[in-house]
């Protein structure tokens, strides 16, 4: 309780050598309209506030009046670097409470584009972290890969970014005939550049100066926080769903959770950086054994869900992402509630950023890798 | 002494990492054939776009202008977001009966978020989506098209 009076900025409070600013809703490291209101002394940083709702679209209120394919579309745009394990979220939600059991070829297929999807947004977060660091070459690397990936998506999904693929009962299509030949041959031609990212970015002298032993977030707080995914691994708490409680094709892989128990900006990078690796490995150990079989099961034209609640989470590229879904028996759901990564990671800023120079805000920010649809859905 | 020492190495090994990553840069510079840009618009007649790629809804029509829509309404249903407007019209048959059948199938691209639900629900398989992407216009009425043409008729043997 005393944190959060701590985190209620009255103007009285504030002495005569501070002073309030607004860092956004239009800044470009806010990555959208975030509006955090920063109190400054000189250029350190004693508190930081983030009000949220500059774009809230209202999406769980909107879903009480949708049936549920008609959901699993709109989460495409809550994180839409994670559209896929979004969608993924919602189709599982709903086989669950109607306990259809989809094809392996399908769980397969789920986990393989999950994991392509975590690794466009680990690149997309790779080169905006550059940008936000100064250095805008990174943008052009990270993007210049990341197209194979959306590429591939187009060729398979039919869309890039908002691909609505995994669906109650399966998925959209298919995958394209060309689909294993490009997705190997993208892993083969990544394996090539991510060092080259190494080289660009992680061991550069004024990265490393800038990040390393900067805004550290301890395994207590991280917890306390509820803060997930990368960031919170980064911290040492050991939070991944996929080998925690496994879905999809989950448990038929190898893979390594990546846990760093430092906690300070640079080991958020470093998580994240090697989280793409362990992607590429689960895509390799996949994409060769899509069992044969149906992309669907037959769903009723009408998906009704049995009264009662129901609750799903997968892993996204930035932490636990759950849906809850309430229903009383008809076709649209009574209540849906997203639990987002990106709402929870937001609000451990304060905790992390006091203390550290404004320039420091701007990196944490980044390693939280913060996508603003996502916190305000 | 010591720490003089130390202070100019840190400076070098500074220095050797950022030569390390301007290497990477430099490896682009010169050698520019491997450029990723596309020159678009210029690139429009070899602009490859995948088959399944999401531009627009569409309705196929065969060479004597007919389509396959019985005006069942199920696309108008499963849009998410009403950008799918159905107006029917009664046909009376030679013997008599009366059939509904499409008047103006109304699709507002202005508000379709593509995500292929009408396209996937259509019983018949009349709609499907389009490549095109490049939408802009002058005048946003000009968005909210009519996908049957004008004087066009159901396919003989298409039943709902
Ligand atoms: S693609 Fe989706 S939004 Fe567009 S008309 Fe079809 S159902 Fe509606
Ligand atoms: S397009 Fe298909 S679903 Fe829509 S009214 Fe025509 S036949 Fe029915």
């Known amino acids: 309780m005393d944190e959060l009076r701590e985190i209620m900025i009255t103007t009285d409070e504030i002495k005569t050598d501070e002073y309030l600013i607004n ?35 209202g999406i769980e209120k909107m879903a009480e009046s949708l049936s549920y394919p008609q959901i699993g579309h709109l989460t495409d745009r809550m994180d839409y670097l994670s559209a896929h394990q979004n969608n993924e979220a919602v189709a599982l939600c709903v086989e669950n409470a109607l306990q259809v059991e989809v094809p392996e070829r399908v769980k397969y297929i789920r986990t393989i584009m999950s994991e392509l999807s975590r690794l466009a947004s680990h690149q997309l977060w790779w080169c905006v972290m550059g940008m936000d660091m100064g250095a805008l070459t990174t943008f052009f690397y990270g993007l210049r890969d990341r197209e194979d990936i959306l590429d591939i998506f187009e060729e398979t999904c039919g869309a890039r970014l908002t691909v609505n693929y995994s669906i109650p009962g399966g998925l959209m299509f298919d995958i394209h005939p060309n689909f294993q030949r490009d997705v190997k041959a993208f892993i083969k031609k990544f394996k090539t550049k991510l060092p080259e990212y190494d080289r660009l970015l992680s061991g550069n002298v004024i990265f490393t100066e800038r990040t390393k032993g900067v805004g550290f977030l301890s395994k207590e707080d991280a917890i306390a926080y509820g803060v997930t995914g990368p960031t919170g691994r980064a911290s040492g708490f050991s939070c991944d769903l996929r080998k925690h409680r496994p879905y999809s094709a989950y448990d038929k892989v190898n893979f390594k959770e990546i846990l760093s128990d430092v906690g300070d ?3 958020r990078y470093q998580v994240r950086m090697a989280e793409m690796w362990e992607s590429m490995s689960i895509i390799e150990q996949l994409i060769d054994n899509i069992p044969e079989g149906d992309y669907a099961v037959k769903m009723k034209g009408v998906v009704k869900l049995p009264e009662g609640e129901f609750y799903q989470r997968v892993e996204t590229a930035r932490g636990e992402f759950g849906v809850f879904i309430v229903s009383d028996g008809k076709k649209n759901p009574y209540r849906v509630k997203f639990r987002s990564p990106g709402f929870s990671n937001l609000f451990a800023i304060n905790h992390i950023a006091k203390g550290w120079k404004i320039a420091d805000l701007v990196a944490i920010m980044s390693t939280f890798d913060l996508v603003i649809p996502d916190i305000d859905r | 002494m010591k720490s003089i020492i130390a202070y100019i190495t840190e400076i070098l090994k500074g220095i050797w990492t950022l030569l390390t990553g301007m290497k990477v840069t430099a490896k682009y510079f010169f050698t520019p054939w491997k450029h990723v840009t596309q020159q678009y618009p210029e690139n429009r007649k070899t602009l490859k776009i995948a088959e399944r790629f999401r531009g627009e809804v569409i309705m196929p029509h065969n060479e004597n202008n007919e389509h396959k829509c019985t005006g069942c309404g199920i696309c108008e249903i499963n849009c998410p977001n009403g950008s799918i407007e159905i107006i029917t019209k009664s046909l009376i048959l030679e013997d008599g009966k009366k059939k509904r059948a499409i008047d103006q199938h109304i699709y507002h691209l202005g508000m379709c978020t593509f995500c292929n639900l009408c396209v996937k629900a259509c019983p018949t398989g009349a709609i499907v989506m389009g490549q095109n992407f490049e939408h802009a216009v002058w005048d946003r009425s000009t968005l909210t098209k009519v996908l049957n043409q004008p004087g066009s008729k159901i396919m003989e043997g298409v039943k709902d």
């Open chain 1, 23 to 57: 860092m956004g809703p239009q800044h470009p490291s806010t990555h959208g309209v975030l509006r955090l209101l920063v109190q400054l002394e000189g250029e350190i940083v004693h508190n930081v506030q983030p009000h949220v709702g500059y774009i809230h679209s």
């Open chain 1, 265 to 267: 900006t640079y080991a």
